[in-house]
């Protein structure tokens, strides 16, 4: 079986703490899905942004990244840095400051 690992950056954890609890039980699934590979994921690149990408979850959008060989964690074979989550009408002001 493959082990991904997902990493939170620290604004990323700020972000899930100042959610509801349904929406952060909807984040928690979309990393699971992650994890797993799901293959129907709402992903796409960010336009100018690469290497970012932008997982659709309801009304909220996670922003990440895969790891560089280096920086996945020991036990894993790959993985993904979660930069933030944030709602949709703060998708643009959000991916500026990546």
Do not use: C, Q
């Amino acid at each position: 079986m493959t082990t991904v690992s997902v990493r939170l950056a620290p604004a990323a954890e700020k972000d899930i703490r100042g959610l509801s609890h349904p929406e952060r039980n909807r984040i928690r699934e979309a990393f699971a899905s992650l994890r797993r590979g799901d293959a129907n994921l709402d992903v796409k690149a960010l336009r100018g942004a690469a290497p970012w990408l932008r997982m659709r979850a309801g009304d909220w959008r996670v922003l990440y990244r895969a790891l560089s060989s280096g920086e996945v964690p020991s036990g894993a074979e790959s993985g993904f840095l979660v930069a933030r989550v944030v709602n949709r009408r703060d998708l643009e002001k959000a991916v500026r400051k990546l």
